[in-house]
Nanobody, 113 residues
């Protein structure tokens, strides 16, 4: 079984910061990612990280968000700085296993203007 639990979401003012955390039961996969989905929009890939800590970022968050992983603690984090109202969405942690992504339940991030 795969279980991912996100935490750290909440309400923040524009320009503020939040740190999201993802706890993965049984260990974290070689390829982990963060997605988000805003109301009425398609789920968007934000960042990926490999077992060697190589990372990729979407243009919309590059320079503001940082993905990291701690293999010993089985956690993946997303540090979000300089938040904008358009960052408001449900944020999902994802693990790539057996050729597909598995998502957690998500955590709500709301950025007020």
């Amino acid at each position: 079984q795969v279980q991912l639990v996100e935490s750290g979401g909440g309400l923040v003012q524009a320009g503020g910061s939040l740190r999201l955390s993802c706890a993965a039961s049984g260990g974290i996969a070689n390829l982990m990612a963060w997605y988000r989905q805003a109301p009425g929009k398609q789920r968007e890939l934000l960042a990926t990280i490999t077992s060697s800590s190589a990372t990729t970022y979407a243009d919309s968050v590059k320079g503001r968000f940082t993905i990291s992983r701690d293999n010993s603690k089985n956690t993946v984090n997303l540090q979000m700085n300089s938040l904008k109202p358009e960052d408001t969405a449900v944020y999902y942690c994802a693990a790539n296993l057996w050729g597909r992504y598995f998502w957690g339940q998500g955590t709500q991030v709301t950025v007020s203007s």
